[in-house]
T-cell receptor, first 113, second 112 residues
Framework: AQSVTQPDIHITVSEGASLELRCNYS??????LFWYVQSPGQGLQLLLK??????LVQGIKGFEAEFKRSQSSFNLRKPSVHWSDAAEYFC???????????FGTGTRLLVSP | NAGVTQTPKFQVLKTGQSMTLQCAQD?????MSWYRQDPGMGLRLIHY???????DQGEVPNGYNVSRSTTEDFPLRLLSAAPSQTSVYFC???????????FGPGTRLTVL
């Protein structure tokens, strides 16, 4: 079955430190890949997406993600975390028909002073 | 543009009651979908629609009904509410399925 796995439920990072959130997918073919962010009490906002081409994708708010076919991964990174980045982050994937978006279980990011 | 709007923001129901969660978008998007969000489970697709008059089931459709009579509106009906349907419900829309999905602010539903 198609699935998206985010192995880290919580991550705590010091403000100014770098961040990497992990995402692995299980699909028959390379899916379309997305990262969304959800601030407390809010809906989801798209950070970035990968369809094809360059495996390093730039997004909003200084985030980037790297697609690695050999590892079935699409990890999200940011070089320097700000307190306002504290939120829940969701990785998601869709197959070529793109009728259904499958979400991971999310990673909650805490930023310490 | 209001984007994607959802009403109500909060709702408490008793087991067996029915209700409709409203979702509307003003971006002329063809694709709309409903998700539920439960702790530790991410978002799961309930139903989706690729245009007016066309709907299909997602991952967790049981107990829910949808229709799409206009491009703008995509209501979600709970036929007979159960405690297992306590959740936060999100509606989303996009111009095409592969395009950026815009999410509404959510409806927090509690079923007693």
């Amino acid at each position: 079955a198609q699935s998206v796995t985010q192995p880290d439920i919580h991550i705590t990072v010091s403000e100014g430190a770098s961040l990497e959130l992990r995402c692995n997918y299980s699909y028959g073919a390379t899916p379309y890949l997305f990262w969304y962010v959800q601030s407390p009490g809010q809906g989801l906002q798209l950070l970035l997406k990968y369809f094809s081409g360059d495996t390093l994708v730039q997004g909003i708010k200084g985030f980037e993600a790297e697609f690695k076919r050999s590892q079935s991964s699409f990890n999200l990174r940011k070089p320097s975390v700000h307190w306002s980045d504290a939120a829940e982050y969701f990785c998601a994937a869709a197959d070529g028909g793109f009728q259904k978006l499958v979400f991971g279980t999310g990673t909650r990011l805490l930023v310490s002073p | 543009n209001a984007g994607v709007t959802q009403t109500p923001k909060f709702q408490v129901l008793k087991t067996g009651q029915s209700m409709t969660l409203q979702c509307a978008q003003d971006m002329n998007h063809e694709y709309m979908s409903w998700y539920r969000q439960d702790p530790g489970m991410g978002l799961r697709l309930i139903h989706y629609s690729v245009g007016a008059g066309i709907t299909d089931q997602g991952e967790v459709p049981n107990g829910y009904n949808v229709s799409r009579s206009t491009t703008e509106d995509f209501p979600l009906r709970l036929l007979s509410a159960a405690p297992s349907q306590t959740s936060v419900y999100f509606c989303a829309s996009s111009s095409r399925p592969r395009d950026t999905q815009y999410f509404g602010p959510g409806t927090r539903l509690t079923v007693l």
